[in-house]
């Protein structure tokens, strides 16, 4: 081969190379079991380096000792010196700086790692949950087993040290996998749990029961962090309402999986465990044929990594909001519930709420405003450790700051909010206080009456006309619809809305 063939040959690898290289940020756990293979780690070389981290912030005269007979037994004794004198400067950087996250690991194709130990081991020390690195398009063979430490003269006391701290850090990153078993699969849960078996340790189980609303929430937060389209969503869930009953159920089954074996998506550059992909077909294949109307996925689900899995579980685990005792603590004060009589409404509110919906307060003025506000958001400080808890506050020229969301969140996905205001829309001045001085009473808390309502849903329906819900609430309240109290606080043409209506129903 000519030299000319040569250089070209290594401009073009070296193309392919760049091209292909991807740089994502990973998880700092995933990558630790990505490098655990057959049952057996492959790199105790990080856990030393981790140990020598460990012993150096103990003591800042410690000498490297083993991390010096690591490195001499990699690369010579003159290596070893600087490689010692490198690493602390390292530490030192963590120390004083904190991670810099342009800083990347390098890695094969396989997500193995190809150099980068010393900034794994600092991540697995400072409990960095995620790093930066840049994937190869080549596979790379990089061991340091237990048995590479032995050849190399350490000690059968310290390859145990070795194996000590794995044990310990499996431990620490160990995550489960949520297997959410379907409502159309309920006949074979038991037998495919006992498939589950099969692949790990299963940790824990729930069975649910839900209504239709509550099982749309809860199947659309289970791919709030996917890649999924909205329209196989929506095709899921219409097939899994196959006996049209009021109850639909899912079982969770926390399953621990001892080579989840990462692999990147092409589409997102996320990470998905090939294991969970093979248990899925391998289940779905399974079953597939004893589904009446089967549609892809309306037996079981996994999430693809440590992070959808993680949120997964919270959201099948997340704590009530007290909603009654809430209301007990703004009961004193001018305010109603709008757009109560929802169909999403539980016919038990408040022991239960609306999922994923609003709870809409009306307050008679600013003062009340602001006291209901500062109440509710007081009165979530305690979920914050289960939730995120955003308050947004909106503002107009007129009025200042006028409205309050205070959203209760898992990963961005709604789960409650309040929506505490004294100004609505298109109503003119006094609307407010006057529907406050019409509320009903409802246990414990006030509700709007069917008169007010109905201008409640009028501006809705002028202000976001596919909201159609509202005109059939108006439709079947005709006979309460007062045009005198219309005229006085709505600032459009509602009648309109209803004669477009009315016309719409006639053709």
């Known amino acids: 081969m000519s ?8 401009k073009l690898r070296h193309y392919y190379r760049k091209i292909h290289t991807k740089h994502v940020v990973l998880d700092v756990g995933e990558l630790f079991f990505q490098n655990n293979r057959g049952g057996r780690f492959l790199r105790y070389d990080m856990i030393l380096r981790l140990i020598s981290v460990e012993k150096y912030y103990k003591d800042p005269h410690y000498d490297f000792n083993l991390y010096y ?18 690493f602390k400067k390292l530490i030192e ?53 237990i048995e590479w430490f032995r050849i190399n003269d350490f000690s059968e006391d310290e390859c ?33 749990t ?7 340790d299963i940790i824990e189980m729930k069975d649910f029961c839900f209504t239709p609303n509550e099982y749309k929430f809860y199947t659309y937060g289970i791919y709030h962090v996917d890649d999924i389209e909205k329209w196989k969503i929506d095709k899921k869930l219409s097939v899994m309402h196959v006996d049209d009953t009021d ?14 074996n990462f692999r990147l998506k092409d589409k997102t550059n996320k990470t998905l465990s090939r294991k969970g992909e093979l248990i899925k077909g391998l289940i779905r294949n399974a079953y597939k044929g004893k589904i009446h109307n089967y549609f892809h996925d309306v037996i079981i689900h996994i999430g693809d990594n440590f992070y959808q899995n993680e949120y997964i579980y919270k959201l099948l685990s997340m704590p009530s909001i007290d909603v009654s005792s809430i209301l007990d603590e703004i009961y004193t004060y001018k305010y109603v519930i709008t757009k109560f009589n929802v169909d999403y409404m539980p016919s038990d509110f408040p022991q239960k709420y609306p999922l994923g919906k ?22 979530s400080v305690k979920y914050e450790d289960s939730y995120s808890i955003r308050s947004v ?17 898992l990963e961005h996905y709604l789960v409650l909010q309040f929506d505490i205001a004294y100004r609505t829309g298109k109503a003119k001045h006094g609307f407010e206080s006057a529907m406050v001085s019409d509320r009903v009473a409802n246990k414990n808390f006030y509700t709007t009456s069917t008169s007010f309502e109905i201008l409640i849903r009028l501006s809705e329906i002028h202000d976001y006309p596919h909201k159609k819900h509202h005109l059939d609430y108006i439709n079947k309240h005709k006979e309460d619809i007062k045009p005198d109290l219309c005229d006085k606080y709505l600032d459009f043409n509602w009648r309109k809305i209803i004669s477009n209506e009315n016309s719409k129903n006639h053709s």
């Open 358 to 379: 609003d709870i809409d307060i009306i307050c008679s003025d600013k003062d009340n405003y602001i006291a209901i506000k500062k109440t509710i958001e007081k009165a």
């Open 160 to 192: 145990a040290m070795l194996k000590e701290k794995y044990i310990e850090l499996y431990s620490l990153y160990e995550k489960p996998f949520v297997c959410t078993l379907w409502h159309p699969a309920k006949s074979y849960w038991d037998n495919i």
């Open 3 to 10: 030299d000319l063939t040569k250089k070209i040959i290594k």
């Open 194 to 200: 006992e498939n589950l078996k099969l692949f790990g």
């Open 393 to 409: 506050t909106k503002t107009n020229n007129s009025d200042g700051e006028y409205r309050t969301l205070i959203r209760f969140e």
């Open 93 to 145: 950087s963590y120390k004083n700086n904190g991670y810099d996250e342009n800083s990347e690991i390098t890695l094969d194709k396989n997500l193995n790692l190809i150099d980068g130990s010393h900034r794994m081991a600092l991540a697995f020390f400072h409990g960095c949950k995620t790093i930066s690195a840049k994937v190869l398009p080549e596979i790379y063979d990089i061991y340091y087993q």
């Open 69 to 86: 007979r690591m490195q001499e037994a990699r690369m010579g004794k003159g290596w070893a010196d600087k490689s010692v004198d490198v």
């Open 247 to 260: 109850k639909l159920y899912l079982r969770m089954v926390a399953l621990n999986i001892n080579d989840p």
